[in-house]
């Protein structure tokens, strides 16, 4: 089973900018699509960005289109999150997610999550 870590959360001001990074156990996720999810206070987990095992398509949520990058380092077994032009309700919990059942979503295996605050 894949296991995986965040890194990479913090308090950042409204306006900055964050990237997190997803490790990936084993070399398998290589051949995984994978992607980010994140849960603000008191709602539920929403789907933030996705990424095929090559790096070939990706998808976004409409919130954060145009401010946050998905990209994979498949060498390093690693997937990143650059996130710009932060905003308060960017404020959550942020999870990594592999092996897509249903493009973009329904992932299988996920981290324990990285806690992103962005201050107004």
């Known amino acids: 089973q894949v296991q995986l870590v965040e890194s990479g959360g913090g308090l950042v001001q409204a306006g900055g900018s964050l990237r997190l990074s997803c490790a990936a156990s084993?070399?398998?996720?290589?051949?995984?699509?994978m992607g980010w999810s994140r849960q603000a206070p008191g709602k539920e987990r929403e789907f933030v960005a996705a990424?095929?095992?090559?790096?070939?398509?990706?998808s976004y949520a409409d919130s954060v289109k145009g401010r946050f990058t998905i990209s994979r380092d498949n060498a390093k077994n690693t997937m990143y999150l650059q996130m710009n032009s932060l905003k308060p309700e960017d404020t959550a919990v942020y999870y990594c997610?592999?092996?897509?059942?249903?493009?973009?979503?329904?992932?299988?295996?996920w981290g324990q999550g990285t806690q992103v605050t962005v201050s107004s």
């Open positions: 990424i095929t095992w090559d790096g070939g398509r990706t």
């Open positions: 997610a592999a092996h897509s059942r249903v493009w973009p979503e329904k992932f299988d295996y």
């Open positions: 084993e070399a398998t996720a290589r051949t995984y699509a």
